[in-house]
C-alpha cells in the first residue's frame, strides 16, 4: 500500500498500473465511512500478494488527483490498469462486494508473466529474453531488459524493444536515458551545467532541444529543477 499525492500519483498509479491493476481509494479522515471500508480493502489487496496494489488518496490534501476523477463522494473507489479506470464503485459496500471487485482484477499469471518478474527482480537478462519470446511485447520485461541494455551502452537494442509497447512515463525516461548514453558530458558534467548551457541553443537547434527535453525526463516530476526548466525552455521557444 502507498499514499499517492497529487505530486507522485502519475508514477505510483499510472505507470505502475501498467504493470498491476492498481485500486484508488480515494478518502478524508472526517469521512466515517472511508474508516470502515479502507481497512478492508487493504486486507483484501494484500491477500493478492502482489498481484494487485492499492494506492490511499486523502481528497483534503490531494485536490487534484480527486478532480481527475470528478469525485462528488467518498469513499470512492477505482480500479487502473493499464493507466485507465476499469471499474469502480462509490459509497461503504460489504465485504463480498469489495472481495468480488479485487478477484475481476487479479490476472491469471502467465509463464511470461513469471519470468519476466524473476527477471526484472534479480536483474537476470535470460530470463526477461525468454519472457519476451513468449510475449513480445510484455510490459514488465520490456523496460527491465531496456534499462540493462542502456547500462551495458547497447543502445541500438534498447530502443528496439522500447518501440513494441505504448509510451509510458517509465518508456520515456528509458529512451531518454538511451539518448543521453552516446553523450560523454552527461556523465562528466552537472545537470544544472548542461541545461543552463543548452538553454541558449535549444530555439535553433533540434539536437540540444531533445537533449535539453532528455535531460528532464531524467531528472523526473519530483525534482523542482524540473518544472524550473520547463518555464525557461517555454520562454525560449515562444
Given amino acids: 500500500?502507498?499514499?499517492?499525492?497529487?505530486?507522485?500519483?502519475?508514477?505510483?498509479?499510472?505507470?505502475?498500473?501498467?504493470?498491476?491493476?492498481?485500486?484508488?481509494?480515494?478518502?478524508?479522515?472526517?469521512?466515517?465511512?472511508?474508516?470502515?471500508?479502507?481497512?478492508?480493502?487493504?486486507?483484501?489487496?494484500?491477500?493478492?500478494?502482489?498481484?494487485?496494489?492499492?494506492a490511499k488518496v486523502n481528497v483534503d490534501e490531494n485536490p487534484t488527483v480527486s478532480a481527475s476523477f470528478k469525485v462528488q463522494s467518498i469513499p470512492a473507489v477505482f480500479a487502473v490498469r493499464n493507466g485507465a479506470v476499469v471499474d469502480q464503485f462509490i459509497g461503504a459496500?460489504?465485504?463480498?462486494?469489495?472481495?468480488?471487485?479485487?478477484?475481476?482484477?487479479?490476472?491469471?499469471?502467465s509463464e511470461a508473466d513469471v519470468?519476466?518478474?524473476?527477471?526484472?527482480?534479480?536483474?537476470?537478462?535470460?530470463?526477461?529474453v525468454q519472457a519476451l519470446e513468449l510475449q513480445h511485447?510484455?510490459?514488465?520485461?520490456?523496460?527491465?531488459?531496456?534499462?540493462?541494455?542502456?547500462?551495458?551502452?547497447?543502445v541500438d537494442g534498447a530502443l528496439a524493444i522500447l518501440g513494441r509497447i505504448p509510451e509510458t512515463p517509465e518508456t520515456r525516461r528509458l529512451l531518454a536515458e538511451a539518448r543521453l548514453a552516446s553523450r560523454e558530458d552527461v556523465a562528466t558534467t552537472a545537470v544544472d551545467t548542461?541545461?543552463?548551457?543548452?538553454?541558449?541553443?535549444?530555439?535553433?537547434?533540434?539536437?540540444?532541444?531533445?537533449?535539453?527535453?532528455?535531460?528532464l525526463e531524467t531528472l523526473g516530476p519530483e525534482d523542482?529543477?524540473?518544472l524550473t526548466y520547463r518555464k525557461a525552455l517555454a520562454s525560449r521557444l515562444f
Avoid at 93 to 102: G, L, R, T
Avoid at 103 to 108: A, G, K, W
Fill in 194 to 215: 548542461l541545461l543552463d548551457d543548452l538553454l541558449d541553443r535549444v530555439k535553433d537547434d533540434p539536437d540540444a532541444r531533445q537533449e535539453f527535453l532528455d535531460l
Fill in 224 to 226: 523542482p529543477r524540473t
Fill in 115 to 128: 519470468l519476466a518478474e524473476q527477471g526484472a527482480s534479480t536483474g537476470d537478462e535470460t530470463l526477461l
Fill in 1 to 54: 500500500m502507498v499514499d499517492a499525492t497529487d505530486a507522485t500519483f502519475e508514477e505510483v498509479v499510472l505507470e505502475r498500473s501498467f504493470q498491476v491493476p492498481v485500486v484508488v481509494d480515494l478518502w478524508a479522515p472526517w469521512c466515517g465511512p472511508c474508516t470502515t471500508l479502507g481497512p478492508m480493502i487493504e486486507t483484501i489487496v494484500a491477500a493478492t500478494d502482489g498481484a494487485v496494489e492499492l
Fill in 137 to 154: 511485447d510484455h510490459p514488465v520485461a520490456i523496460p527491465a531488459l531496456a534499462a540493462l541494455l542502456i547500462a551495458r551502452d547497447d
Fill in 93 to 109: 459496500q460489504p465485504e463480498a462486494v469489495i472481495q468480488a471487485f479485487i478477484d475481476r482484477l487479479t490476472p491469471v499469471r
